[in-house]
């Protein structure tokens, strides 16, 4: 089917087609449409939609329906994340395959509540207490939106992990063509055997079973250090190391599976772009600019923002002689970069912009790029 939807809407058709069926949301800006939307659709389809009292209620919200054997999904802006993060930390910890939408803005606090920005990415992957890791993802447009958010539940459902949806208002608001069409299901809840512990596998890139509450396991949960039948062991060293080394593995070991990303451009390029979200639609029209001047140029696009391939990222790029990563902040993303490429040995830099709802160009970066290579770096 093919519909003129924005990237919010697409987020909550790929939402329904991948099966979710409990959303639990409090309204805001500009993250309002996804929990409009699923208010209207899901009872139509045998589905559950709560509107909460506040962002903390929501997410607690979806990790018991997700724990009860629901696909629950939940959607927010700067602030509204800011109020889950206990609860993500507390998804982890339970191993809660629940979905978080965050349809970033201009901060921090209130800050420009109608502007896009991307500077919650590393929120969204430390924004916890202690050792967690999860996954986060970023479309760049609103066909993305729906295939990445039906990927988001697969991960989240595999994992037993909590999956965060990035997504900037430029492509929550702008609508272009989708070709939807309902998915069946990649992953279900296993059936916990005889002998399997709801909290512990032999395994370590597979998540343990899942059993749903209610239905004739003994099942106990609780955010505080467990063993693998859930029991509480708050003092033994190796029960907390194993318990937070497992959460760890599940997610880093899986990288080959998680980590998506395109290229687009010259393969030994002398500008290397990278980027995500709506800025990687400028980088590439940058590259295609520089590219017909003659000028080796390359974008590497993240679709996942974590876990992140450090080697394959440097393959990728090959040997340029900049690095530029435009980006919606004041630099966030460019951490990792400096980390994949040593600064002492190329030209690293961030093209940064942000507030008042203004993009950065194709032609800022086409000309920032000619800049950098005529200073011969």
Not at 28 to 40: D, F, G, L
Not at 168 to 178: K, L, T, Y
Not at 281 to 288: D, F, I, L, Q
Not at 305 to 324: H, T, Y
Request: one cysteine or more; proline letters at 6%; aromatic letters at 8%.
């Amino acid at each position: 089917m093919r519909r003129l939807l924005s990237g919010n809407e697409a987020i909550a058709e790929g939402a329904l087609a991948a099966g979710c069926n409990f959303f639990a949301g409090y309204p805001i800006t500009p993250s309002s449409e996804i929990m409009h939307y699923m208010a209207r659709e899901l009872p139509k389809r045998g589905g559950v939609f709560i509107q909460a009292e506040d962002e903390l209620a929501a997410v607690n919200m979806v990790i018991g329906a997700s724990l009860a054997g629901a696909k629950a999904m939940t959607a927010t802006s700067g602030p509204g994340f800011s109020l889950m993060q206990e609860g993500i930390g507390y998804a982890v910890m339970v191993e809660a395959p629940i979905i978080v939408v965050n349809v970033m803005r201009v901060g921090p606090a209130t800050g420009q509540a109608t502007k896009p920005a991307q500077g919650d990415i590393m929120q969204a992957r430390w924004g916890r207490h202690g050792d967690q890791y999860l996954v986060s993802l970023a479309p760049s447009t609103p066909q993305e939106s729906f295939e990445l958010t039906i990927e988001a539940f697969n991960i989240a459902e595999e994992l037993r992990v909590p999956v965060m949806l990035l997504i900037d208002e430029f492509i929550a608001h702008g609508r272009e063509i989708v070709v939807s069409k309902r998915i069946a299901a990649k992953y279900r809840r296993t059936v916990m055997g005889e002998g399997e512990e709801p909290f512990n596998s032999m395994n370590p890139k597979i998540a343990p079973p899942l059993p749903e509450l209610g239905s004739g396991k003994y099942l106990l949960i609780t955010g505080s250090t467990h063993d693998g039948r859930g029991y509480r062991d708050v003092h033994n060293f190796e029960t907390h190391f194993n318990l937070v080394r497992r959460l760890k593995d599940k997610v880093v070991l899986n990288l080959d599976k998680l980590f998506m990303y395109e290229v687009h451009g010259d393969e030994e390029p002398d500008v290397l772009f990278i980027s995500y979200g709506s800025t990687a639609r400028s980088a590439k029209e940058a590259v295609n600019i520089l590219r017909s001047r003659g000028v080796k140029a390359k974008l590497i696009r993240l679709k996942t923002l974590w876990p992140i391939d450090i080697e394959l990222i440097k393959r990728l790029g090959g040997n340029p002689r900049a690095v530029i990563v435009p980006e919606q902040n004041l630099g966030q993303l460019i951490i990792d970069v400096e980390r994949i490429y040593n600064p002492f040995e190329h030209r690293v830099m961030g093209y940064n912009k942000v507030g008042g709802g203004i993009p950065i160009y194709s032609s800022e970066l086409v000309e920032e790029a000619l800049k950098v290579l005529s200073c011969g770096g």
